[in-house]
T-cell receptor, first 115, second 116 residues
Framework: DTGVSQNPRHKITKRGQNVTFRCDPI?????LYWYRQTLGQGPEFLTY????????KSRLLSDRFSAERPKGSFSTLEIQRTEQGDSAMYLC?????????????FGPGTRLLVL | AQTVTQSQPEMSVQEAETVTLSCTYD???????LFWYKQPPSRQMILVIR??????QNATENRFSVNFQKAAKSFSLKISDSQLGDAAMYFC?????????????FGAGTTVTVRA
């Protein structure tokens, strides 16, 4: 069990560019979550998947954001036409449906800076 | 929507002493889960302790224990015998116990500093 991994760990981009982040959950975890954390704040929920189905999206997830989990394994989060307000840490977490506690395990995050 | 409030932005504790972090939450649900997560500097968030709302007994995990007051909607974390490795940001989080509602709602966090 290697834990949740996220790539890249850091991304610097210019306003208006598109960026894509990847999350690899713990193997056999069927639920995957994306959160956004701005400096000095707690994480805020963005969206979650159960297997390949995206079951909930937050109001925070504007039309410029899209997330996929095509084969129910890894997930990608794309931000189109980035804005300076998108600068944040993007956290991925996974959990196993059916476990008694269904703890969400977090990855190290991708820190995005939009110039 | 559920809100989670952590009113202490920073707490400092002497090594080997005890510190208590406060958390209050707002919900109309009767069944839910509460969590404390630890986020060390530049490292990933890990679960410290969890509490099911239907359980009256307070959860404990080694040096970490909670004081869960359901009527007051309060969920504090006590760290006993503080160690240097406890220095981190601590987040209180809430989750409904509702089918297909598994998202966590977090407080703003409390930064804990441990003095040697």
């Amino acid at each position: 069990d290697t834990g949740v991994s996220q790539n890249p760990r850091h991304k610097i981009t210019k306003r208006g560019q598109n960026v894509t982040f990847r999350c690899d959950p713990i193997s056999e975890h069927n639920r995957l979550y994306w959160y956004r954390q701005t400096l000095g704040q707690g994480p805020e929920f963005l969206t979650y998947f159960q297997n390949e189905a995206q079951l909930e999206k937050s109001r925070l997830l504007s039309d410029r954001f899209s997330a996929e989990r095509p084969k129910g394994s890894f997930s990608t989060l794309e931000i189109q036409r980035t804005e300076q307000g998108d600068s944040a840490m993007y956290l991925c977490a996974s959990s196993f449906l059916g476990s008694s506690q269904e703890t969400q395990y977090f990855g190290p995050g991708t820190r995005l800076l939009v110039l | 929507a559920q809100t989670v409030t952590q009113s202490q932005p920073e707490m400092s504790v002497q090594e080997a002493e005890t510190v208590t972090l406060s958390c209050t939450y707002d919900t109309s649900e009767s069944d839910y889960y509460l969590f404390w997560y630890k986020q060390p500097p530049s490292r990933q968030m890990i679960l410290v302790i969890r509490q099911e709302a239907y359980k009256q007994q307070n959860a404990t995990e080694n040096r970490f224990s909670v004081n869960f007051q359901k009527a007051a909607k309060s969920f504090s974390l006590k760290i006993s015998d503080s160690q240097l490795g406890d220095a981190a940001m601590y987040f209180c989080a809430y989750r409904n116990h509702t089918f297909n509602d598994y998202k966590l709602s977090f407080g703003a966090g409390t930064t804990v500093t441990v003095r040697a």
